[in-house]
DNA sequence: TGAAAACCCTACTAAATCGATAGGGTAAAA
DNA sequence: TTTTACCCTATCGATTTAGTAGGGTTTTCA
């Protein structure tokens, strides 16, 4: 139930780029210094909003990552789907990656069920009313 | 980020001890049958429970665990504290568990802060909101 | 044009956690 | 006094996490 590293640091870069950048690329040195990350872990971190189209990156001299849409426009249901996965704490409540109990004969009436499915709805709210922008 | 076997598990046990019991003591057997879980994983499980002040149980011929309050008066939060441990997802928003984060030299600042601490109070609400009567 | 800067990719690993399994010990009721 | 059922400890394979290592490859600028 911890939030990983990943996403925690994938979080904080999010933001350090929407804090200093207007767009320029920054080096990903620069931005593991600052948040006191290790630079490969955030290499490969990086690598991986990019992939997702959160990132857009240049390589070469003076190059880096920067980002490709507006804070504003950076919703946090994408950055925690694309870093911690899904957002739902069982399967049978997710929206985006279902599956079903295979010990569960009626989700109607599994308690589980009935309380996870509240737990994921009122964080997929609180994703929802955050963009990037918000968290600045 | 998901929830654990032993939340789930413990969480059907104590459902099904609301539903068939009057306070009868119900053996372990009896709950992982219907509820298909491991028997001896189940034992462990529910002995944290006990251990917790979430059920009482009785040895010998005739025994069992059941439960030792009303369904209406067993928080989400008790049961989500005890088996899953804090419900914030980072130590640095966390009400019983509070650590300050090593790499973060200003909560105020912490755009991971000021989401999880969202996180934590949607959360909160839920667990709060619900009782194993509800989810019966 | 060539070398340095910076991204890109793969593979490995130590440590921790999870979900169980095994095997017995102990208390209580019939 | 024997059976029943809880109680407790230890172990273990699989998976995940949080990196580390090391070497590409591409691009840009001098």
């Given at each position: 139930?911890?939030?990983?590293k ?5 979080l904080?870069?999010l933001?350090y780029?929407?804090?200093v950048?207007?767009?320029q690329?920054i080096?990903?040195?620069?931005i593991?210094?600052h948040?006191?990350i290790?630079q ?18 240049k390589?070469?001299?003076?190059g ?7 804070p ?5 249901t ?5 870093l911690e996965?899904?957002?739902?704490m069982v399967p ?6 279902y599956?079903k109990?295979d ?5 109607g009436?599994?308690s589980?069920h ?7 709805d ?7 009313n ?7």
């Open positions: 139930m911890m939030l990983s990943k996403t925690k640091y994938g904080k870069a933001t780029l929407a804090k950048s207007d767009n690329p080096q990903i040195a620069e593991a210094k948040e006191n290790s490969k872990f955030l290499e490969s971190i990086l690598l991986t909003l990019r992939r997702n189209g959160l990132l857009g990156s390589k070469g001299k003076g880096g990552y920067y980002l490709i849409k507006e504003k426009d950076i919703l946090m994408t950055v925690m789907r694309v996965g899904p957002i739902a049978c409540v997710s929206l985006n990656f599956e109990c010990d569960c004969p009626d989700e009436e599994c589980v009935k309380l996870m499915l509240q737990v994921r009122s964080a997929l709210e609180v994703y929802r955050n963009t990037l922008e918000d968290l600045l």
